[in-house]
């Protein structure tokens, strides 16, 4: 949301009202720009996830009686591949698409789809090159790493005081009617039209925009992995006499996306070469890709799933099926297994049960976020992103009409009068800071600054007012 004219409202609240009005324009104009283009990216995303694959395009195949064993499939890879290694085998989610092989070489990492009815190599893709894979880098991390991931955080942090801010100031009263917050006013022209379009529109969506923000934050690098995803992570010390790794299920993720659950992501991986576990792979069966393939069946693994590979001496396979990756449309299903790669024993077995409170949440939440939880979620998806474009381009035009023209000036709402910053401004603050570190302490350096700088230099007082 950005700002718009205040309408009437009652005297003795106009003071704070006129507060949030310039707390929700300062925040949009830090927020919109990236608000816009995380729906953007989020539109490319959402078209492999909810209709795609994550990997491009499907790949279709013709189904036959029966399909080669998973090792013929993977040799044919590496026979096409002079010096890879393999990371991961991922089981086809229908019987008329491929299966996919995940391999390193050269330092890249290259997603190959094999026909698993006759092993044949029918494409292979750079995984850190695809559509998706560029769109989730912008989505996250702005291509510019740890830098982007952090100015991101921060603006979240300021959407919800937007949203907050933008509700507040939008809620009926003084005798205003719902229908007129609900319904944009279809009758109504020019400036007053935007804001009618601006109001209704952010008010549809703010509750799925908060949900979306602090899912989103979930993988950022202070709040959500510093913060929130380390109290929230399932304690590998419920795997009894299990040894585990000094690497974590994060180690797992490949290409640097987000493939694991948000719950495992920081729980250490068990390790090989104990007594420990249950029986898995059965006996007489190798304890390769075909036997722990045959396991995952027999565990209850259909459709698409994962096998990650051992990659060390005392590494582990892994079969996983979540909507993380785009396995499942049901977060509820979620399930993680670990198998030896000597005896076969099962080590570990987490599904969505065993999850925290908080990692349940998230496992539902972002698998709502990338519009994994079937067809209808995608489409949902496309409508907010939409929706969101929507909502800045008419806090945009909303501004841009109301500045006299030819002003350089920002035209921000005025500072309310006899309304000291602790009544107001330092309670946004003080609850974003608490609640959002980064996003709290750019709200306090632009108070300080305001204080310190701007309220004493008339030229930057006017071009910022």
Known sequence: MSSSAAPARAPSSSRFYAAAWRWHFY?????????????????????????????????????????????????????????????????????????????????????????PYTARVLKTVDKESTIYAWAEKIH??????????????????????????????FWPRNGGRWSQVLVPDWRASGRRWWKSVHSSVGFWVSTVLLAFLLTGMSWTGIWGGKLVQPWATFPAAKWDAVPTSDLTHASLNTAGGH?????????????????????????????????????????????????NVPQDAKGVYTISADTMSGDLANPFKDRTVHVDRYTGRVLA???????????????????????????????????????????????????????????????APAVPAQAPLWKTGALVMVITGLAFPLAGGVLLAVVVLDWLLISRISALKNALS
């Open 349 to 411: 077995d987490v599904g969505f049960a065993d999850y925290s409170l908080v990692a349940k949440a998230m496992a539902i939440g972002i698998a709502l976020h990338t519009g994994d939880v079937g067809l209808w979620s995608a489409w949902a998806n496309v409508l907010f992103c939409l929706a969101i474009v929507l909502l800045c381009v008419s806090g945009a035009v909303m501004w841009w009409v109301r500045r006299p023209q030819g002003s350089g000036r920002l035209v």
């Open 259 to 307: 493939e694991v659950p948000w719950g495992l992501e920081q729980t250490p991986l068990p390790v090989s070469g104990s007594d420990a576990g249950s029986l898995g792979v059965a006996a007489g069966e190798p304890v390769n890709l075909d036997g722990v393939s045959a396991l995952a069946y027999r565990l209850g693994f259909a459709g698409q799933f994962h096998i």
């Open 140 to 169: 996250g991390t702005l291509l510019v790493g740890d830098a982007g991931d952090r100015i991101l955080e921060v603006a979240a942090g300021l959407g919800i005081v937007m949203i907050v801010t933008g509700l507040y100031l």
């Open 27 to 115: 925040s949009g104009l830090f927020v919109v720009p990236f608000l816009s283009m995380l729906a953007i990216t989020g539109l490319v995303m959402v078209y492999f996830t909810g209709f795609q694959s994550r990997l491009g395009n499907l790949v279709y195949v013709e189904p036959q009686n029966s399909t080669q064993a998973v090792t013929a499939q993977a040799k044919a890879v590496l026979d096409g591949l002079p010096g890879a290694t393999l990371k991961e085998y991922i089981a086809p989610k229908e019987r008329g698409l491929s299966a996919w092989f995940v391999v390193m070489r050269n330092g890249a990492t290259e997603a190959v789809a094999v026909d």
